[in-house]
């Protein structure tokens, strides 16, 4: 009843009060505190096993080539010892060796689908040994060369672009910045002036002993004990000025003529949100299936892209299904950004990059990144200057309605976008406080995309229905971001494209998982190793899927993002087990398509609802 779904509305909320005691407090029931209150993840959660158990064939052995290591190799050379030992074949068909023309796998003797092998191609093609994580797939792009790898570590990769740009971004902040002391010095003077001459004959002698409180004081003032946070004040001449000099800047380097941009028309699409963790590449490949125009990478920290680390390198990875792709980077000062931007656009196939200014997440925050550049306009300006000073494709941001939760900021920060050359604004209608909490504010979001015209803004929050695209398609905004929702459906793009909702059966369901499972393993690999990255992934991905309700089963339509139903059974035994919070279930569901689990396997989803406590364990 509606009592009950406004008590369930509620659940994460209460679950994240719950121990306060007196004074307010946290405990745990005990009245002794416990520190930081409880959040929608399971920091403490033990890392899952993806190791490959027993001994590991070199891989030379595995290629057919001699090992130039000899016998002080530390992998072992003994291929009938090996296959004696290796884990069990797991369901299906091996995806590599059904595309190559000789039926050559790449993972060779250790590949879990090596009985599907055609006869005679057992042995692996001497051309390459892929390995788990960073398997090279004809249809995936911008994987890292050894070459690239190699210059980023010893800092021998040039960046002229960034340079250029940074110098003169820097330059035009600083002149801005001169003027604006002279001319606030000017005006200083004019007043002391006009007061001392204002002033009695037999006290104008005694002037330079009157106390001003006029503007030089208040400089004097202000370098004698400076603001800390000065850059977050938004009605200061200098920064003012600054902004208006900085805008001239664009993506002209000195020494070359001005770059053809690309451009996108963003309007009317739907947009899958860049998720951590679980908006991995076969994820993304689920969601194309059913309709969605315009895909993102997982959020890629800066800094660790120019560092040459290759699991931040491989969250960039492009299939060849995602026809609009961008990478999402996350940084907190300028130089790291722009060399970033200058990178990407260098060496990997991008339609976009995307800034973000919205992850909550503390780690990220008090490093100045993510939500922090929502009040650190000045640094925030310089930033998109940059980038868009060496881009040669669009730069869109993505950003929440600011830091507090009764005060929303965006609205001041988006008049100034439109002026930094950013092409699209996404906007989360929730606060870095509320990060996942309560209902997102959508006529705050209708407000900010009215002040965006004619830069394309795209609302984001709650959107799990055709009902909450179609609804608001007088709002303003120029298309619509999923996230949630489209965890929990992954075919709510049809749904929105066909106006309709969608009574899939248990069995669709569970071909979508099957096609998840095949898009792993081309992905990650068909090895022990990449058999359990995959079963990992689908896990996570199932700690949102179980919260879908038939819609043969509701009461009413939609299903809301914010509603926790009580336990119920499906319609058959399949549809009962995955409505099942209980991760043992979803582990079942894997064992379908990947076989069975290590006996050590250990399994506690990174993200939860904070009202459900749910771990597997092999």
Known sequence: NNNNNNQLNEEDDQAEAAGVGAGGKRDGGDGKPQGKRARGANKNRKATLTRQAGPKLCSNVLAGRPCSYGDTCKHSHDVAAYLAQKEPDIPGVCPFAARSPGGHC???????????????????????????????????????????????????????????????????????????????????????????????????????????????????????????????????????????AAASVGPVVAGRAPREKKTIDFRGKLYLAPLTTVGNLPFRRIVKNFGVDITCGEMAMAHNILNGQKSEWALLRRHASEDVFGAQICGHNEDTMAKCA???????????????????????????????????????????KSMVGVMDIPLTVKLRTGIETRRNTTHELIPRLKTWGVQLITLHGR????????????????????????IPLYGNGDVMSFEDVHGRADMGVSGFMMARGALIKPWLPREIKERRHWDISSRERLDILRDFANFGLEHWGSDTMGVEKTRNFMLEWCSFLYRYIPVGL?????????????????????????????????????????????????????????????????
């Open 342 to 384: 200058e990178i990407l656009c260098n060496e990997t196939d991008l339609d976009f990059i995307d800034i973000n200014c919205g992850c909550p997440i503390d780690l990220v925050y008090k490093m100045g990144a993510g939500s922090a550049l929502l009040q650190k306009r000045n640094k925030f300006e310089r930033i998109v």
């Open 554 to 618: 509701l009461e009413r339509l939609p299903q809301r993002m914010n509603e926790r139903p009580p336990a119920f059974f499906g319609r058959d035994d399949l549809e009962t087990q995955m409505a099942s919070p209980d991760a043992r279930d979803w582990l079942k569901l894997t064992e379908l398509f990947l076989g069975p689990a290590p006996a050590d396997f250990n399994f506690l989803p990174k993200h939860k609802a904070n009202s459900y406590e749910t771990q597997s364990q092999g």
């Open 106 to 244: 790449k993972f060779g003797f250790t590949c879990r689908l090596a009985s599907t092998h055609p006869a005679g191609a057992a042995a692996p093609a001497a051309a390459g040994v892929g390995q788990s994580g960073d398997v090279h797939d004809d249809c995936e792009t911008n994987s890292i060369t050894y070459d690239l790898l190699t210059a980023l570590r010893k800092r021998s990769y040039k960046f002229p672009r960034s340079e250029a740009a940074l110098k003169a971004v820097r330059a035009a902040f600083a002149n801005q910045a001169n003027n604006a002391n002279q001319e606030l010095s000017t005006n200083g003077a004019a007043a002391l002036a006009a007061t001392v001459a204002a002033l009695p004959a037999d006290a104008a002698e005694e002037a330079d002993d009157v106390p001003c409180d006029g503007l030089e004081c208040k400089q004097e003032a202000a370098s004698a004990d400076p603001e800390p946070e000065a850059e977050v004040e938004e009605d200061g001449a200098a920064e003012a000025g600054a902004s208006a």
């Open 431 to 454: 606060s870095r406080e509320q990060r996942y909490s309560k209902l997102a504010d959508w006529e705050y979001i209708s407000q900010c995309a009215r002040l965006a015209d004619p």
